[in-house]
């Protein structure tokens, strides 16, 4: 299995490390436009790999897609973060440049390849390339939901005092602070619902703590978090190489399923070795259905930023 991560910054040296470290891909190759870069990761990181005991081989390249023929998998983490006066129809025709032009590169070298969006606004990132690649459907997989439910366990763990081990919820809708949709109704601790342990308001504060996790750690950090997004990616190629059949909630390119129809959002998916095998249809609450609506309201107003 050899895995492509297109962008060395924190996210994408974050992927490429927690890949190498779950040993189950021979190879991931960085690369970057910044010369030197994507090199100088990839060798730090596989200075570690005597240390963490793995023996993926991690390489880094400035700008030769040739390099990463034959990959299985690759993600695209490449964009530019918005910048002060920058207006989000500036930082839209931009990143979408960019994923353009990185995703036909990309293809160019590997016509078999799955492709996996982090690049931000996520879930329009991963509609421009659905609309420009000609990819099936099943081949393109935006990453925001994996993320977005391992911050809503997190919250829920803090919630409930226990091990995030014994909490599970998902979270689908868009990847945006307002269109997220965290389902509170389906989430367990041990398979007991948790709203028989946690009251409606503390259930709504951890609902409102995962829609602004995001930008929680920005304020924090003064930029974009990196350990979960990479752990959340490498989750998701794991599932592919492995063919796991594991469920995600990703953005995905939706022809009908809950209700919507042209348009990527995030809904619960099985990933396995071709990429999503199957939309997984589950029954959502009225007020779910209705948040759910109001949420690709938002990702087709972006999408509509696009110059397709």
């Known amino acids: ?44 990181l596989m200075q570690t790999a005597s240390l ?22 690759a993600i695209i983490t490449s964009g530019i973060p918005r910048k002060p006066g920058m207006t989000r129809e500036e930082l839209i025709g931009i990143n979408a440049g960019i994923v353009k032009t990185v995703s036909s590169n990309l293809l160019e070298h590997s016509p078999n390849v799955i492709l996996i969006v982090v690049s931000n606004p996520m879930d329009t990132m ?53 269109g997220m949709v965290p389902l509170t109704a389906h989430a367990t601790r041990n398979s007991i619902k948790v709203s ?24 924090l950090l003064g930029t974009s978090a990196w350990y979960a997004p990479g752990a959340a990616v490498s989750s998701m190629v ?3 190489a492995c063919d796991q059949k594991k469920m995600f909630p990703c953005s995905a390119f939706l ?25 997984v249809k589950i029954d959502l609450a009225e007020a779910e259905k209705a948040k759910m609506k109001e949420s690709a309201e938002g990702v087709r107003k972006t999408n509509s930023l696009l110059t397709l």
């Not at 994408?12 to 100088?40: P, R, T």
């Not at 919630?159 to 868009?174: F, R, Y």
């Open 255 to 279: 022809e009908g399923e809950y209700g919507l129809n042209d348009i990527c959002i995030g809904v619960p998916v099985l990933l396995g070795k071709n990429g999503i095998e199957k939309i």
């Open 238 to 240: 794991q599932a592919i």
């Open 126 to 178: 991963t509609y421009l390339v659905h609309k420009t690649t000609g990819l099936p459907k099943n081949r393109i997989i935006g990453m925001g939901g994996a993320l977005d439910s391992a911050r809503f366990k997190y919250r829920l763990a803090e919630a409930l005092e226990a091990p995030i081990s014994d909490v599970d919820g998902m979270v689908i809708g868009g990847h945006s602070d307002t």
């Open 1 to 44: 299995m050899k895995v492509t991560v297109v962008g060395a910054g924190a996210v994408g040296a974050s992927c490429a490390e927690y890949i190498a470290i779950k040993n189950f891909a021979s190879e991931v190759v960085v690369l970057d436009i910044k010369e030197g870069f994507a090199e100088g990761k990839a060798m730090d």
């Open 52 to 73: 963490n005991g793995f023996d993926t081989k991690i390489t880094g390249i400035t700008n030769d897609y040739s390099k990463t023929a034959g990959s299985d998998v």
């Open 196 to 219: 028989e342990f946690l009251s409606e308001e503390r259930l709504a504060q951890v609902s409102e703590d995962t829609k602004v996790g995001g930008a929680t750690l920005t304020k």
